[in-house]
Structures are given as C-alpha cells and as structure tokens.
C-alpha cells in the first residue's frame, strides 16, 4: 500500500510540472531554427553559429533553414504553427516587429504569440556620408546643414520599411530635418551608391559599411544604437553627439531565438539556458565580433519588454511619417 501511494505521488508530481520530462530529455533528435531571410546575412550568421555550438552541446544536428518571403512573415509563420516541442525555432528579429506594424493582415502577434528564448546578437546601424558629398563631418554639423537647406538632401536606406528606414525616419522627426528617402532593396546596393556619390547620406547596417569607414571611403556619422558599438570602435552614438534632440534616441537591431506558442516551460528554460551558455563562449563572441556582430545577452523577460517598446516605438514612427508595407 505504502508503495502504491509513494508511486501516486510521483505521477501527481511529475503532472504538475508540465513537460518536466520532456525538458530533461530535450533534444531527443535534430532541431531545426528557421531564419527569415536569405543566406549570409547578420540573422543567418546568428543562426549558423548558434546552431553550430548547440549541435556540440545537444549531442545531436541543429539544422539552419532559410525561409524568406514578406518580410520574414512566411518565416514566423511557419514557427507559430510548429510543434509546440521546442525542436523548431525561429531566429528573431525586430524586423518581425515592423511587419507587426506594417501587416495589419497578419494570422500571429509576434508580440505575443511566441515564446521567448532570449536576445544574443545585434548589428548596429549607423549614418554613413560620401566625404566628397557630404561637408558635414560630424552628426551635430548634418542636422545643422539640412536644417538650413531642408529637402535639398536625399538618405538611402536598406529598404522601405526597414530597421533602418524607421530609424531614419524617427531621427529626421525628432530633430525636425526634411530629406528625401530613397529605399534600396539590401544595404549592400545602398553602400554602394553612396560611395559612388549618387547618394550622399545611407543609414545601414555597420558591417555592410565598416570596411568603407575604416578605409577612410565612407565617413561614420553615428550608430543609432543606444550603447557604443565593439564591432564599430570609435563611431559616436546619436546619444553622444551633443544634438540635444536625440539625447535620448535609442534603436537597435538585434537577433535572439523563440518557440511556438504553448512550448512546455521546461523545454523553453532549458533552450534558453543553453542558448546564454553558448553566448558566453569566447570563441562565439569573437567569431560574431568579426562578422560586424556585436553581443546583445538579454533573458527572456527583458527581450519581451525590448521588443513590447519597440512595437509601441516603430508604430508611432510608422504613423508619423506614413510608413506602409511596400
């Protein structure tokens, strides 16, 4: 009898802690992380060094899949309707939260339907000038030049209704400067024709340009991040550029991983932990500083409450200046 309610007990326990088994035994085979865009880039690196060091830690293959395609929504898509077992995963990003914005239409709230699993990587936007086009030689020196000479300038960006186009869009607002946009379709296409000159002024991401502003090519004006940048040594943040307007002025574009809705709460501290130690390996970090990726380790709750205020941010920017999906 002592045996029989010892055994009871045991399964009521074992009940009460949804997926406690399954935490301890995940992953019992290949994992797969969806990334929303296309190879090569700042997610695809994220993800491919990520799944590289779990696959060695899990003991078992983490396959990379590129699903792109609306913005990464066919992606996000796919994730949300997974398994809710933790063994599909989709490589986040704050592009997702735009399309949130953007994409009245979508089946999913990002902001609330996944599960979050932590921030690893950001790769910082920065302004960056044809020196021969642009006179302006520090961020201070451009507002004041396109406040004196408004609509006169054009501003490339990576693409309409980017990261890098809504952060264009919320600096040109707060400081009250009129410029032309001209979205591109990729930053490397916008790098491109600022250093030919046929545009003087592209916000973009750092490592599309660092090469450029190191070899004296392109001059960094500022990062839009909120903290100075190790992969982007030297370049001022809007924050420290002494323009009282943007003293404040914080917008990054980071990576992390999430899991479908309803994934047991034991698998998703386990994913996550792992996640943070591969984070922290020294390896890690210099392989995604050297990719222009900077680390940006934030846990669950903080990543939530990070993109919750960017949604509010991007929507208000959106409104503001009459950004719609393109």
């Known amino acids: 009898m002592k045996t029989r309610l010892f055994l009871h007990c045991l399964i009521g326990v074992a009940a009460a802690i949804p997926g406690m088994a399954a935490g301890q035994s995940f992953p019992a085979h290949p994992v797969k992380i969806i990334v929303t865009f296309t190879p090569g880039g700042a997610a695809d690196v994220t993800a491919r060094v990520f799944g590289e060091k779990l696959s060695e830690l899990w003991k078992q293959p983490v396959i990379v899949e590129n699903r792109a395609g609306a913005g990464g929504s066919i992606g996000a898509e796919a994730v949300v309707r997974a398994p809710a077992d933790g063994y599909t995963l989709l490589l986040a990003t704050n592009t997702h939260i735009i399309n949130q914005v953007v994409y009245p239409e979508l089946t999913f709230d990002f902001t609330k339907d996944f599960v979050p699993l932590g921030l690893v990587t ?57 410029a032309l946009h001209v979205p591109y379709r990729g930053c490397t296409p916008a790098v491109a024709d600022v250093l030919a000159g046929h545009v003087p002024v592209a916000a973009v991401s750092a490592p599309a340009a660092i090469a450029f502003t190191k070899s004296g090519r392109l001059r960094a004006l500022a990062l839009f991040s909120k903290d100075p940048s190790t992969s982007a040594a030297g370049v001022p943040t809007f924050r420290e550029s002494g323009v009282a307007e943007l003293k404040d002025f914080s917008l990054d574009n980071y990576y992390g991983f ?46 939530m409450q990070l993109i919750r205020s960017d949604f509010q941010k991007y929507g208000a920017a959106a409104k503001d200046a009459n950004i719609k999906a393109q």
């Open 122 to 178: 950001s790769s910082p936007m920065m302004l960056v000038a044809n020196p021969a086009a642009m006179p302006a030689k520090t961020t201070r020196e451009f507002i004041s030049l396109l406040k004196n000479n408004p609509g006169k300038y054009a501003i490339a960006s990576c693409n309409a209704a980017s990261p890098h186009h809504f952060g264009l869009e919320m600096m040109k607002h707060a400081t009250g400067i009129q």
């Open 258 to 303: 999430m899991a479908p809705p309803r994934t047991p709460p034991a698998i998703a501290k386990k994913i996550e932990a792992d996640v943070r130690a591969v984070a922290e390996m020294a390896d890690v970090k210099k392989r995604l500083n050297d990719a222009g990726l900077d680390m940006l380790t934030l846990p669950s709750t903080e990543m």
